[in-house]
């Protein structure tokens, strides 16, 4: 399949059309476009640490950590920066290319800003790319993160403008928007996507995926998150998304941003290995490692590494990055495989 043009014109009827094509349909498309841009057994693997934890002032419905709701997550203090290097070292040593912090506030203030730079020198120090997602920010926050060496700033627009008004109302539409904006402009790369399974329809997921294709450049890194239920939220009852709905979402995603890292975020920890090893194949090529995100549960490394194992699949090194860390992981993973054979039995 040759290359296509990037696109940023695509119609939300073009969209749905493409969720409703046959499944098979849909994957040997999606596929053959992946295969065009990235190496299909390659994944890039990330690890995500809550740097600030709780007492967000935002209401939005499926968090957590929002000071609107009882949840049993603690209120913390933005960690020192000396134990998130030490976290970053061990993530490292699993195997992560790319280091996210992300902290429950509605924006960085001035007086925390000293602190997270110190954080990206450090963890770019350990030779890892490095991500943070703050909440909103100004151009002038921008520009900064972006001197400290700050390569990825997440600022995800959760789901579709129409469905929006249903997820949060502390924070517009346009204020996600203006976020990417200033981190674009500022020179950084932009991770932003999404959360399905919370109550939307099609149509609002196949609008909140024209709205990450059709930004004047793609972002580089686009997290599909499947919705995880927490006790105390307002969305800790809704019913669950059928798993195929979101493979097709993220094939969708694939078609739309050929050359953007498509990842599986939150909801992992509930996925069957069968259904991550079809979002790989529907083109997905990134993951978080480890086992929290920010507050939410998540595959051990080591189920992944068997997982990568039993694919055939091996993580992705960025460039200045060390491949020796990457084939000793691949080795322990094989090895793994190889001692525990009945992992594989139903469980």
């Known amino acids: 399949m040759s290359k296509q043009p990037i696109r940023h014109d695509w119609q939300r009827e073009e969209i749905e ?25 390659k994944v890039q693997v990330s690890t995500l640490l809550s740097i600030k934890t709780g007492a967000c002032p935002e209401d939005c419905k499926y968090c957590p950590q929002s000071a609107h709701y009882r949840t049993d997550v603690d209120r913390e203090r933005l960690m020192a920066v000396e134990k998130v290097l030490a976290e970053a070292e061990a993530a490292k040593q699993q195997g992560a290319s790319r280091f996210c912090m992300g902290a429950a506030w509605r924006n960085p203030k001035d007086r925390d800003m000293p602190y997270v730079i110190e954080m990206i020198k450090g963890v770019k120090a350990l030779g890892l790319e490095t991500c943070m997602t703050l909440g909103m920010l100004s151009a002038e926050q921008a520009k900064v993160l972006q001197q400290a060496g700050l390569d990825y700033y997440n600022h995800n627009l959760d789901t579709s403008p129409e469905f929006y ?17 200033n981190v674009r402009d500022a020179g950084m790369k932009v991770c932003a996507g999404g959360i399905v399974g919370m109550g939307e329809t099609r149509h609002d997921r196949a609008g909140l995926l024209q709205q990450l294709a059709n930004l004047p450049q793609h972002p580089e890194s686009v997290p ?17 998304l059928d798993p195929l709905e979101f493979v097709r979402t993220i094939a969708v995603a694939r078609i739309l941003m050929p050359q953007s890292f498509v990842r ?29 995100l920010l ?10 590494r068997q997982l990568f194992a039993r694919l055939g699949i091996t993580p992705l090194a960025h460039e200045g990055y060390a491949d020796e860390v990457h084939e000793a992981v691949l080795e322990d993973a094989v090895h793994e495989q190889q001692s525990a054979p009945l992992y594989y039995e139903a469980r």
């Open 17 to 41: 059309a493409l969720f409703a094509q046959p499944l098979n349909d849909l994957l040997f498309t999606a596929q053959q476009v992946h295969r065009t841009h990235f190496d299909p057994n």
């Open 165 to 181: 008004g249903e997820i949060i109302s502390t924070r517009t539409y346009q204020d996600r928007l203006d976020t990417l904006s």
């Open 224 to 240: 599909v998150n499947m919705l995880v239920k927490v006790k105390g939220t307002p969305f800790a009852e809704l019913d669950d």
């Open 264 to 292: 599986l975020s939150a909801g992992r920890e509930t996925m069957t290995d069968e259904l991550q090893a079809m979002c790989f194949f529907a083109g997905a090529n990134s993951i978080f490692y480890g086992e929290r």
């Open 295 to 304: 507050t939410t549960p998540n595959p051990e490394a080591n189920k992944d």
